[in-house]
């Protein structure tokens, strides 16, 4: 096995800090060991874990986290580091020995840092490559954001925003979208440090990337910092013949490299002579060093040297310019496997983790203790107590407190009864009232963002544009405007501005309404972001809303227009998956209104509901389906909980239509035949099917534990028949209703379009899809036929 780095006695404070290094490397190690070698395994599956990617990265997380970040920095951990993050908040103080021994397991530290069940220590969470690393630049802007809005404390120092990185996620599409879109919005304190081993999960990556990297970071304003050797081999770089050997390692193939450090000093110098036995220089340089010691040598990248990477960071730290450190390393360094390009999930046997064990005077029982083994360890714990990041930022943890935003009973609204409008113009209108507002309601819009992927026009933003202004940190003329050009857009941009204009990168609009949605913690700011995006391109960003949703982060999301009503505009863009993805996915409450009057009611019911403890983040799928507003006095209660009778059923009634969105006129039309044959017929409208079943999943639940509890939709279908026949429609995937039919046991027929891609107008494609009244009608006759 390699041997760890001696500590030098000449490196001063560097000593402690390589004392805390080799801890970490330790903990993090044992902390995968233990829980794959030394707890029961019931299942027979492999726990797992990545004491190699941990190793890669604990050197460059020693630097930041114990010289460089200051509490108010705010870091994405790679996921496969969480235990060098977790071994790092024990020896804070902050993290336990019992959470740690449960890593992977049910309660126990989670596989990758995770904001919602690690704890307040964790900043953001990560898992899926490339997001983490994102959402550093659009929370740093959500901070500018915050600040030139004057919510946040003016003294308060900025936060730095940073991602330790694996190289691998520059793999993703993602990162160079916020990469674009972080330049546009001119971006600042980001450092983007990245862990360059040059492994990935399958291999070892070819050399020709990084001056790709290089470049790619430089032209969007990016400063660069390679930080490829170490002060040692600089050191031996400096000497006669030196440079020879620079170029040497320089143009070593990365997979050579590796290769070589897996096998260690004799096949290093086996190579190096092969290649360079001739010069007098080089042979002084390596003759001398044992194999070991030649190992150690050419293995002494700027990743690992904590002097190159403390003085490093130091340097770039006077500068707010977004900054990328590719910082040299190898994956698995001072372990076993370092280098061996299969070594991603590898793990230490248990003779192995002996000798490690033993190599750095850790006694057995003893593997938790945490200045066991250290050469001075209260010298360590001083230090560690000591350290900038030490001082908790606030005494409960990272999270600040933010007060909420009284939310009025009522929001704002223009008339609406009588008009023939669409939920989606509906949406622009109250929005822009919103936007008007004074007294009561302006605390709550001046805390409203908005955001788009330049579909703000199109999704009804414009009139709220107009109202509250396009942010940017820089003002900058509406040439049109100033050169009195008519247009409807007023686009000057200025910090004040509430709104936030993204490129048509969906990806981007899910990590800034995650970065948004999670101030409240981050800047001590409550924010109500609101985010537009055509429904199905919510699909296009739909790994980065999970994340934003798995961080519990709180946004309104409006999707529109949506499904196959969007007619004319073409098949490509009439998504019918997305009624199904707002019923499964968690931390997300969806809404489908058909009216405006329900949208008013779910508006105001996201705001306040995204500041609740136990709220969550609201998605409302909208659609430019003209309807005639009805004059009506709704149940709110029913609309948040999912649905309402328009025309409640006669009790023991033998069927129901049930409709979603903007599919009402149909169902309404389909209904008013159907009541001259079936006069006791009732007609419910669904306002979430969401929130339908999750409500009757709860009540399900409390059951089993000996509750009572009735559902709401259990409650709405209570009157029917028994044997009664549910049909219902919505404009989206018929499976997000046919689960209404196991409620009572009713039978259902769910109509909406299992099929998507042709344009047509409404009329053409209500039919050729069966969800126009006719169709419905022709369901509601097989559901009175009697059950088979
Ligand atoms: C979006 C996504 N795709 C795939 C994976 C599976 N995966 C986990 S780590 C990894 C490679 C990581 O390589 P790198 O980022 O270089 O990390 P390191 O070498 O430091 O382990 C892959 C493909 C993932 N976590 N997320
Ligand atoms: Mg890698």
Not at 223 to 252: H, M, N, Q, T
Request: hydrophobic content about 40%.
């Amino acid at each position: 096995m390699n041997e760890i780095r001696p500590i030098e006695p000449d490196l001063g404070g560097l000593e402690t800090l390589h004392e805390v290094e080799q801890k970490l490397l330790w903990l993090a190690s044992w902390m995968i060991h233990n829980a794959n070698h030394l707890r029961p395994n019931r299942d027979g599956l492999k726990v797992g874990g990545h004491q190699a990617s941990c190793a890669s990265v604990t050197s460059i997380m020693t630097a930041l986290y114990f010289e460089i970040l200051r509490p108010q920095d705010r870091v994405a951990v790679k996921p496969h580091a969480g235990p060098v993050l977790h071994a790092i908040n024990y020896l804070f103080g902050r993290q336990t020995i019992e959470q740690m021994a449960g890593l992977r397991q049910f309660g126990g530290a989670q596989a990758y840092p995770s904001r919602t069940k690690d704890g307040a220590e964790i900043d953001f969470s990560t898992g899926s490559v490339g997001l983490g690393v994102a959402l550093t630049s659009f929370a740093s802007l959500i901070q500018d954001y915050v600040r030139a809005h004057g919510l946040s404390d003016p003294t308060a120092p900025r936060g730095r925003h940073i991602a330790i990185a694996g190289d691998a996620e520059l793999d993703e599409g993602n990162i160079y979208e916020a990469l674009l879109e972080g330049w546009k919005h001119d971006v600042r304190d980001v450092w983007w440090v990245v862990d360059y081993n040059r492994q990935s999960l399958d291999s070892v990556m070819p050399d020709r990337l990084f001056g790709r990297f290089e470049g790619l970071f430089r032209d969007m304003g990016w400063r660069v910092i390679s930080l490829k050797y170490g002060a040692r081999l600089e050191a031996a770089f400096a000497r006669p013949g030196g440079s020879s050997l620079r170029g040497w390692i320089d143009d070593c193939p990365n997979s050579t490299y590796s290769a070589l450090t897996f096998q260690g000093g004799a096949a290093w110098r086996q190579a190096i002579l092969a290649d360079m036995g001739k010069s007098r220089n080089i042979r002084a340089i390596i003759d001398p060093l044992s194999d070991e010691e030649l190992g150690a040598l050419m293995t002494n990248l700027a990743g690992h040297d904590l002097g190159t990477l403390t003085s490093a960071f130091r340097a770039a730290a006077a500068s707010d310019q977004p900054t990328v450190f590719l910082a040299y390393t190898i994956k698995g360094m001072g372990l076993p496997f370092a280098g061996h390009k299969d070594n991603h999930a590898g793990m230490m046997t248990v003779e192995q983790m002996d000798a490690f064990r033993a190599s750095l005077r850790i006694r057995p029982g003893h593997e938790w203790d945490r200045f066991e083994g250290l050469r001075a360890p209260e010298a360590v714990e001083r230090f560690i107590q000591s350290v900038p990041y030490a001082t908790p930022l606030t005494p409960s943890g990272r999270r600040l407190p933010a007060a909420a935003i009284p939310i009025p009973e009522t929001l704002p609204q223009p008339r609406i009864v009588g008009r023939r409008m669409s939920t989606q113009a509906g949406f622009g209108e109250i929005l822009s009232e919103i936007g008007r507002a004074q007294g009561e309601s302006a605390a709550m819009s001046k805390r409203i963002v908005t955001m788009s992927p330049d579909v703000a026009v199109s999704t009804n933003l414009g009139p709220w544009i107009n109202r509250r202004g396009v942010f940017d940190r820089h003002t900058r003329d509406d040439v049109f405007r100033d050169g009195k050009l008519a247009s409807a857009q007023r686009w000057g941009t200025d910090p004040g501005g509430q709104h936030i204009e993204l490129g048509i990168a969906e990806q981007n609009l899910f990590l800034l309404l995650g970065a948004a949605g999670l101030s409240h913690d981050l800047n001590g700011v409550r924010l109500l972001p609101v985010g537009t995006v055509y429904d199905p391109f919510v699909n296009r960003g739909h790994d980065a809303l999970f994340y934003a949703c798995y961080q519990d982060a709180r946004f309104l999301l409006v999707s529109t227009p949506s499904g196959i009503t969007l007619a004319p505009e073409g098949g490509q863009h009439q998504a019918t998956n997305t009624p199904l993805l707002a019923i499964v996915q968690d931390r997300l409450a969806s809404y489908e209104p058909a009216f405006c009057d329900e949208l008013a009611i779910m508006l105001r019911h996201a705001f306040a509901h995204m500041q609740k403890p136990d709220g969550s983040a609201v998605w409302l799928r909208l659609s430019t389906q003209i309807l005639p507003q009805p004059e009506r006095t709704l149940n709110a209660e029913h609309v948040i909980a999912g649905a309402h009778w328009i025309t409640p059923p006669a009790p023991g009634a033998e069927i129901a239509i049930a409709y979603q969105g903007a599919v009402a006129a149909e169902a309404e039309a389909a209904f008013a035949t159907l009541r001259e044959d079936v006069p006791g017929a009732g007609l419910l409208a669904i306002t979430s099917p969401d929130r339908l079943y999750a409500g009757w999943r709860q009540a399900q639940r409390n059951r089993r534990l000996g509750q009572p509890a009735t559902s709401h939709i259990e409650t709405l279908l209570a009157p029917l028949a028994p044997s009664a026949a549910l049909v219902s429609v919505l404009d989206g995937h018929p499976a997000a209703h046919a689960w209404l039919g196991g409620v009572r046991g009713n039978r259902i027929m769910s109509l909406g379009p299992d099929h998507f891609g042709q344009s047509g107008d409404i009329p053409d494609l209500y039919a050729a899809y069966e969800i126009n009244a006719a169709a419905i009608l022709d369901a509601c006759a097989e559901g009175l036929l009697p059950a088979r």
